[in-house]
């Protein structure tokens, strides 16, 4: 059974950090890009980054470049999103997902094979 348990939301200030993690288990994801996704109340999920597999690569929404980095730990089936300078509008659940079947990082969400259950991010003003 393939799981994706995404941690570290929360509530913070604007301005302030977290960082995200999603732990895979039941499967080795180390050979496949893992991405993160978010959605707000009333909106569409929206990338928010993604990375490759040996984590060479990545992409990042222009909403959260210069403020989020994605990283990876594949001998600990993880990958993590560290997020900066929060704004109120980075309010939403963050999902994490592994897309399997292409070598390039990819931004669609319909790309994405697995996805977690969510971690809430609340940024009060």
């Known amino acids: 059974q393939v799981q994706l348990v995404e941690s570290g939301g929360g509530l913070v200030q604007a301005g302030g950090s977290l960082r995200l993690s999603c732990a895979a288990s039941?499967?080795?994801?180390?050979?496949?890009?893992m991405g993160w996704f978010r959605q707000a109340p009333g909106k569409e999920r929206e990338f928010v980054a993604a990375?490759?597999?040996?984590?060479?690569?990545?992409s990042y929404a222009h909403s959260v470049k210069g403020r989020s980095t994605i990283s990876r730990d594949n001998a600990k089936n993880t990958v993590y999103l560290q997020m900066n300078s929060l704004k109120p509008e980075d309010t939403a659940v963050y999902y994490c997902?592994?897309?399997?079947?292409?070598?390039?990082?990819?931004?669609?969400?319909?790309?994405?094979?697995?996805w977690g259950q969510g971690t809430q991010v609340t940024v009060s003003s």
């Open positions: 990375i490759s597999r040996t984590g060479g690569s990545t």
């Open positions: 039941g499967r080795t994801f180390s050979g496949y890009t």
């Open positions: 997902a592994v897309e399997t079947r292409w070598a390039a990082v990819v931004r669609d969400a319909a790309e994405y094979d697995y």
